[in-house]
T-cell receptor, first 110, second 107 residues
Framework: DSGVTQTPKHLITATGQRVTLRCSPR?????VYWYQQSLDQGLQFLIQ???????AKGNILERFSAQQFPDLHSELNLSSLELGDSALYFC?????????FGSGTRLTVV | GQNIDQPTEMTATEGAIVQINCTYQ??????LFWYQQHAGEAPTFLSY????GLEEKGRFSSFLSRSKGYSYLLLKELQMKDSASYLC????????FGQGTELSVKP
């Protein structure tokens, strides 16, 4: 257990639907980073939050949004889902010792 | 820009040594990470270089030259379980990953 918790582990949904992915960072870590990894692709940075505030944005689609709550957990909302959104979604938190990743949510859009 | 390049695939023999190279554009990165990722699993931390030179950690070593925008990961005494994807990532406030190098270790 890395200390970064992601739920759910698997999600299957239909095109056009909306889903919410959840991430809790390691205890004491204030930051959350979201990444998307499509089949046979590298990890693509989506967005970063630090202590509730958005800090950096990467290749995140307008259909996607995120937020970080006062208890530091974060949610990634994906709407109007398309087949191409099927991917592994990872979150990570940053401490003095580096970046620690959660086990990911595998999203399948059918 | 923040492009990171590494070979797509490599094959090596059990017990051998393999070097995985990574090149990147020098602007914007404060340090260089290496991660290991097995298919469908989370990336796990291998090494971090912020200064030029070699960092050794057991069977794994990583080298960084910031002026040349170059790093490598050296794996010694390869084992079958080392078959995985190896990800080079630059840090500039966030991690930017290369596409990963898929390493196959053969008996």
């Amino acid at each position: 257990d890395s200390g970064v918790t992601q739920t759910p582990k698997h999600l299957i949904t239909a095109t056009g639907q909306r889903v919410t992915l959840r991430c809790s960072p390691r205890s004491g870590d204030l930051s959350v980073y979201w990444y998307q990894q499509s089949l046979d692709q590298g990890l693509q940075f989506l967005i970063q939050y630090y202590n509730g505030e958005e800090r950096a944005k990467g290749n995140i689609l307008e259909r996607f949004s995120a937020q970080q709550f006062p208890d530091l957990h974060s949610e990634l909302n994906l709407s109007s889902l398309e087949l191409g959104d099927s991917a592994l979604y990872f979150c990570a938190s940053r401490s003095l010792y580096g970046y620690t990743f959660g086990s990911g949510t595998r999203l399948t859009v059918v | 820009g923040q492009n990171i390049d590494q070979p797509t695939e490599m094959t090596a023999t059990e017990g051998a040594i393999v070097q995985i190279n990574c090149t990147y554009q020098t602007s914007g990165f404060n340090g260089l990470f290496w991660y290991q990722q097995h298919a469908g699993e989370a990336p796990t931390f291998l090494s971090y270089n912020v200064l030029d030179g070699l960092e050794e950690k057991g069977r794994f070593s990583s080298f960084l030259s910031r002026s040349k925008g170059y790093s490598y990961l050296l794996l010694k005494e390869l084992q079958m379980k080392d078959s995985a994807s190896y990800l080079c990532a630059g840090e500039g406030g966030k991690l930017i990953f290369g596409q990963g190098t898929e390493l196959s270790v053969k008996p």
